[in-house]
């Protein structure tokens, strides 16, 4: 099991919206056998392939291997197909296996009966195989996911752990944080590139500057964190090292041009220069203290990314609306720059007085957004470069 020629059905999971710059991550990690369904990015891979795909992918959320696929429609064919799979190809006999579950559309609607079932079945093919009568679960974890859709199931097992987006350098949390899976998001659907000026005037704890500089540099997010699958057998450690090697290889030297972070709140940029220093990073990003409308700057063709506060999750309505006549106001002034917001009040558009050139929609957790996109004038070479995303 621990070959690294095993040919493996995987899925990378992501937030709605985001599919698409999934599914390019991978093509550039070299996995083109892909299929793209709702949040998911199903691709073909080795072991080492679980190894790349954490340590690599920004916008992901987890990295599974998919071990099975039928329809059930009751109780009892959920729990015979379930048994049927050769769980002890990857859970040993002292592996923990949690069940998390989810049914949309089926009539197998109870979630939480669906992960006893699929919990015991599990149970009762791992006891058969080990001659055993009890499993203790002491050991690695193999977190084990039963999905329902219109009937059908998939039965999966999560490499990642936690998050990809908990890349280790975010131990404090402000108020409202953006996903880091999010924040890298934002930054790989702009136009910006390291030649060209930054400003988050919004930044809160710094996360969208420091994807950007991670982004620049070509650092992997999941260098400073291990996961679920770290500690599994069937992937030697010969191979996470092998894949942690090459990304240590591939980092790029800091850039000279310094990225711009600013936000009202002095003790929530004490929390970004703490994550910047966390992430390696505190020499690429200044951060000050500044209201937005005191922006200005004497650079051309820079870019604006930010997540405002929205009325719905914190702050005054009157005062976020407030804020966003003033962006539209600085934008005047800035006419060479590209602006990239996400937002979820549908009249942001006439707020800033302007039409977007492109809207994306995207989820910051579970609220519905738009990610609005007002590019300016392409700039003159080396600044310019042709954007990977759309």
Same mark, same amino acid.
Not at 24 to 50: C, M, N, P, S, W
Not at 218 to 244: C, H, K, M, T, V
Not at 356 to 371: I, P, Q, S
């Given at each position: 099991?621990?070959?690294?020629? +095993? %040919? $493996?059905?995987?899925?990378?999971t992501?937030?709605?919206g985001?599919?698409?710059?999934?599914?390019?991550?991978?093509?550039?990690? =070299?996995y083109?056998? +892909?299929r793209? $369904?709702d &949040?998911?990015?199903?691709?073909?891979g080795?072991?080492?392939?679980? /190894?790349?795909a954490?340590?690599?992918?920004? /916008?992901?959320d987890?990295?599974?291997?998919?071990?099975?696929?039928?329809p059930?429609? %009751?109780?009892?064919?959920l729990?015979?197909?379930?048994?049927?799979?050769p769980?002890?190809?990857?859970?040993?006999r %002292? =592996?923990q296996?949690?069940?998390?579950?989810r049914?949309?559309?089926? +009539?197998?609607?109870?979630v *939480? %009966?669906c992960?006893?079932i699929?919990?015991k079945?599990?149970v009762?093919?791992?006891?058969?195989v080990?001659?055993?009568?009890?499993?203790d679960?002491?050991g690695a974890?193999y977190?084990?996911?039963?999905?329902?859709?219109?009937?059908?199931?998939?039965?999966t097992?999560?490499?990642?752990?936690?998050?990809?987006?908990?890349?280790?350098?975010?131990?404090l949390?402000a108020?409202?944080?953006?996903?880091?899976t999010?924040?890298?998001?934002l930054?790989k659907?702009?136009v910006?590139?390291a030649?060209?000026?930054f400003?988050?005037? /919004?930044?809160?704890? &710094?996360?969208?500057?420091?994807?950007?500089v991670?982004?620049?540099?070509?650092?992997?997010?999941?260098?400073?964190?291990?996961?679920?699958?770290?500690?599994?057998?069937?992937? =030697?450690?010969?191979?996470w090292?092998?894949?942690?090697?090459?990304a240590?290889d591939?980092?790029q030297?800091a850039?000279p041009?310094?990225l711009? =972070?600013?936000?009202?709140?002095a003790?929530? $940029?004490?929390?970004a220069r703490f994550?910047?220093?966390?992430?390696?990073?505190?020499?690429?990003?200044?951060?000050?203290?500044?209201? /937005?409308e005191?922006f200005?700057?004497?650079?051309?063709y820079?870019?604006?990314?930010?997540?405002?506060?929205?009325?719905?999750r914190?702050?005054?309505?009157?005062?976020?609306?407030?804020?966003?006549?003033?962006?539209?106001?600085?934008?005047?002034?800035?006419?060479?720059?590209?602006f990239?917001v996400?937002?979820?009040d549908?009249?942001?558009?006439?707020?800033?007085?302007?039409p977007?050139?492109r809207r994306?929609?995207? #989820?910051?957790?579970?609220?519905?957004?738009?990610? #609005? +996109?007002f590019?300016?004038?392409?700039p003159?070479? *080396?600044?310019?470069?042709?954007?990977?995303?759309?």
């Amino acid at each position: 099991m621990n070959s690294s020629t +095993q %040919d $493996l059905q995987l899925v990378a999971t992501s937030t709605f919206g985001l599919e698409a710059v999934v599914s390019r991550e991978l093509t550039a990690l =070299g996995y083109t056998d +892909q299929r793209t $369904l709702d &949040g998911r990015v199903f691709f073909r891979g080795d072991v080492a392939a679980i /190894c790349r795909a954490n340590l690599w992918l920004r /916008c992901a959320d987890r990295v599974e291997i998919v071990f099975g696929q039928f329809p059930a429609r %009751d109780f009892g064919e959920l729990f015979d197909r379930t048994t049927e799979l050769p769980w002890e190809q990857w859970i040993p006999r %002292d =592996g923990q296996f949690p069940v998390d579950g989810r049914s949309v559309k089926s +009539q197998l609607h109870s979630v *939480p %009966d669906c992960q006893r079932i699929v919990k015991k079945a599990i149970v009762e093919r791992l006891k058969k195989v080990y001659g055993v009568n009890w499993l203790d679960e002491s050991g690695a974890t193999y977190g084990v996911e039963v999905a329902l859709l219109k009937d059908d199931v998939s039965l999966t097992i999560n490499t990642s752990g936690p998050g990809l987006h908990r890349r280790g350098y975010r131990r404090l949390n402000a108020k409202a944080p953006l996903r880091e899976t999010l924040a890298a998001a934002l930054v790989k659907l702009s136009v910006w590139n390291a030649e060209r000026p930054f400003i988050d005037p /919004c930044c809160g704890s &710094g996360t969208i500057p420091i994807e950007a500089v991670l982004i620049a540099r070509n650092i992997a997010p999941g260098l400073r964190r291990e996961f679920a699958a770290s500690n599994w057998r069937q992937i =030697g450690a010969a191979e996470w090292q092998e894949a942690r090697a090459e990304a240590m290889d591939l980092v790029q030297p800091a850039s000279p041009n310094v990225l711009v =972070g600013t936000d009202i709140d002095a003790s929530v $940029l004490e929390l970004a220069r703490f994550h910047a220093r966390q992430a390696g990073v505190e020499n690429s990003i200044h951060f000050q203290q500044r209201r /937005c409308e005191e922006f200005s700057s004497p650079r051309s063709y820079g870019c604006w990314i930010t997540n405002p506060p929205y009325g719905e999750r914190m702050g005054d309505a009157r005062d976020v609306e407030r804020l966003y006549r003033t962006m539209g106001d600085l934008w005047d002034k800035l006419d060479t720059w590209s602006f990239f917001v996400i937002a979820a009040d549908p009249d942001f558009e006439h707020l800033v007085r302007r039409p977007a050139t492109r809207r994306r929609k995207l #989820y910051n957790g579970n609220l519905a957004c738009t990610y #609005y +996109q007002f590019l300016g004038p392409r700039p003159p070479l *080396p600044l310019a470069k042709t954007s990977e995303e759309s």
